[in-house]
């Protein structure tokens, strides 16, 4: 997806273990969200940015700390990973936060924790 | 509660065929609906994005109607084409006073035969 790019694409890991996804963004966009989309559950927010070192909680939140010390790019950590956070996780980005806007998903990020 | 029902769960139809998918929600206070196509591995792209005093929106042979009344809306899907298999999802904005509030429906899975 034009502007947005989310790395590693696919990753497998061992419980126990942290994992850092990241979010790079060329569009210059001041917001920065994490979902996570599982079998049976609509797209559910993590965490979010609204500026440089600006973050705040989505309705998931528990187990995942975010990042954000630059425009372009937006962490995801998960600082011990559990076999529940095997997902697909995606990052969006918007231009501003009035709802009016439209988002930009990146590509998705399938982890598989083991 | 927030909510974003979509029906059916699932749909086959066969090439050049029409369709209709159904999402009703219980997003309070609603400030618009977007409807977004996920094709497999990918994230989702925009389709069509309404506000409450609009009541229809088209984008090529997509046309998406809001009824704010009864808290529903279609996706209507004319002449459908192999590249309209995909995932189809409604989201529903909440108007809040800081930042956005996106609530996302479970989806619509479409399979198009020839």
């Known amino acids: 997806d034009a502007g947005i790019t989310q790395s590693p694409r696919h990753k497998v890991t061992e419980t126990g273990t942290p994992v850092t996804l990241r979010c790079h963004q060329t569009?210059?966009?001041?917001?920065m969200y994490w979902y996570r989309q599982d079998p049976g559950h609509g797209l559910r927010l993590i965490h979010y940015?609204?500026?440089?070192?600006?973050?705040d909680k989505g309705e998931v939140s528990d187990g995942y700390s975010v990042s954000r010390s630059k425009t372009e790019d937006f962490l995801l950590t998960l600082e011990s990973a559990t076999s529940s956070q095997t997902s697909v996780y995606f990052c969006?980005?918007?231009?501003?936060?009035?709802?009016?806007?439209?988002?930009?998903f990146g590509s998705g990020t399938r982890l598989t924790v083991v | 509660k927030n909510q974003v029902e979509q029906s059916p769960q699932s749909l086959i139809i066969l090439e050049g065929k029409n369709c209709t998918l159904q999402?009703?929600?219980?997003?309070?206070?609603?400030?618009?609906l977007r409807w977004y196509k996920q094709d497999t591995g990918r994230g989702p792209v925009s389709l069509t994005i309404?506000?409450?005093?609009?009541n229809t929106k088209s984008n090529g042979r997509y046309t998406a109607t809001l009824d704010a009344d009864t808290k529903q809306s279609s996706l209507h899907i004319t002449a459908s084409q192999l590249s309209d298999s995909a995932s189809y999802i409604c989201?529903?904005?909440?108007?809040?006073?800081?930042?956005?509030?996106?609530?996302f429906g479970g989806g619509t899975r479409v399979l198009v035969k020839p």
């Open positions: 989201v529903v904005s909440m108007i809040k006073a800081a930042g956005n509030k996106l609530t």
């Open positions: 940015s609204y500026g440089v070192k600006d973050t």
């Open positions: 569009e210059n966009h001041r917001y």
């Open positions: 309404m506000t409450f005093s609009e």
């Open positions: 999402c009703n929600y219980t997003v309070s206070p609603f400030s618009n």
């Open positions: 969006a980005i918007s231009e501003t936060g009035t709802v009016t806007y439209g988002y930009t």
